[in-house]
């Protein structure tokens, strides 16, 4: 079957502190691959979405930064985080319809 | 940037009422997706309708597609308290892999 997983679920860091936030799929290959951000009461931002391996493309510039090393894996990062990279980052497949993680409540202290 | 639009930011209704919200976007799709967001969950997939399909129901749920508007209304019908949410709508572009929401519509449904 076909699957998205995202985690961890909760993470508290403190600012400067490095992230990476993992999102991985099955059941699929190839698949396009999207990172979101949504600020509390917000709607989605989307941040970097992803074709194929080593393909990112970014939508805004940002303190973050993402990778697919493999084909079914979507890293979110950043090397020092800032109080504004506070929010919800959702991991999406677009499996027509789109297919959402469970999400990662970030907050930077 | 966003494309989808929703309206209204917000809406409150008594049980078993109508809830109706609307979108709007810019370019040309090949379908528009509404989903559901629960407080502090992820994003439930509800409807999609494509771009060559004008309505198009799911239980309680009725979706409408204008393309010449460029636009999209979710109605739900004979609302429940677990109805209570934020919707949003998703468009799915002609000749682009980025999918845009909208800053979505909360709807809090009244027991």
């Known amino acids: 079957s076909q699957t998205i997983h995202q985690w961890p679920a909760t993470l508290v860091q403190p600012v400067g502190s490095p992230l990476s936030l993992e999102c991985t799929v099955e059941?699929?290959?190839?698949?396009?691959l999207y990172w979101y951000r949504q600020a509390a009461g917000r709607g989605l931002q989307l941040l970097f979405y992803s074709v194929g391996i080593g393909q990112i493309s970014s939508e805004v510039p940002q303190n973050l930064s993402a990778s697919r090393p493999q084909d079914r894996q979507f890293i979110l990062s950043s090397k020092k985080l800032l109080l504004s990279d506070s929010g919800f980052y959702l991991c999406?497949?677009?499996?027509?319809?789109?297919?959402f993680g469970s999400g990662t409540r970030l907050t930077v202290v | 940037s966003q494309q989808g639009e929703e309206d209204p930011q917000a809406l409150s209704i008594q049980e078993g009422e109508n809830a109706t919200m609307n979108c709007s976007y810019k370019t040309s799709i090949n379908n528009l997706q509404w989903y559901r967001q629960n407080s502090g969950r992820g994003l439930v997939h509800l409807i999609l309708?494509?771009?060559?399909?004008r309505e198009k129901h799911s239980g309680r749920l009725r979706v409408t597609l204008d393309t010449s508007k460029k636009s999209s209304s979710l109605l739900i019908t004979a609302s429940r308290a677990a109805d209570t949410a934020s919707y949003f709508c998703?468009?799915?572009?002609?000749?682009?892999?980025?999918?845009?929401f909208g800053a979505g519509t909360t709807v809090t449904v009244r027991a």
């Open positions: 999406a497949w677009d499996s027509s319809p789109v297919t």
């Open positions: 309708i494509r771009s060559n399909e």
């Open positions: 998703a468009t799915d572009p002609a000749n682009d892999y980025k999918l845009s």
């Open positions: 059941g699929t290959s190839n698949p396009n």
